[in-house]
């Protein structure tokens, strides 16, 4: 069973700066996709950047120029300017697909950006 552990959350006054971390409990190769979701309350889990096996990276929209996304031993999410809107709890998210698709999650981390 894949396992995937989060850390790095935390409070954090607007403007600055949190890095999260995901380790899985196998190959970070062995997946397609790995990323980070977000979930405010009262809100839908979103999407908020993931990088695919090849390297290649997408973010949304809001967290572009802020966010950056890597992957060596971990998947890191470093955030910077945060913002109060950015407050929410952050999960990891793998993705296999052998014929059908096939996720996987953390437990998330809360991130609070406040003065």
């Known amino acids: 069973q894949v396992q995937l552990v989060e850390s790095g959350g935390g409070l954090v006054q607007p403007g600055g700066s949190l890095r999260l971390s995901c380790a899985a409990s196998?190959?970070?190769?062995?997946?397609?996709?790995m990323g980070w979701y977000r979930q405010a309350a009262g809100k839908q889990r979103e999407l908020v950047a993931a990088?695919?096996?090849?390297g290649t990276t997408n973010y949304t929209d809001s967290v572009k120029g802020r966010f950056t996304i890597s992957r060596e031993s971990t998947v890191d999410l470093q955030m910077n300017s945060l913002k109060a809107e950015d407050t929410a709890v952050y999960y990891c998210?793998?993705?296999?697909?052998?014929?059908?698709?096939?996720?996987?999650w953390g437990q998330g981390t809360q991130v609070t950006v406040s003065s």
């Open positions: 990088i695919t096996r090849g």
């Open positions: 998210n793998a993705v296999k697909i052998n014929g059908l698709r096939r996720d996987y």
């Open positions: 196998e190959s970070l190769y062995s997946f397609k996709t």
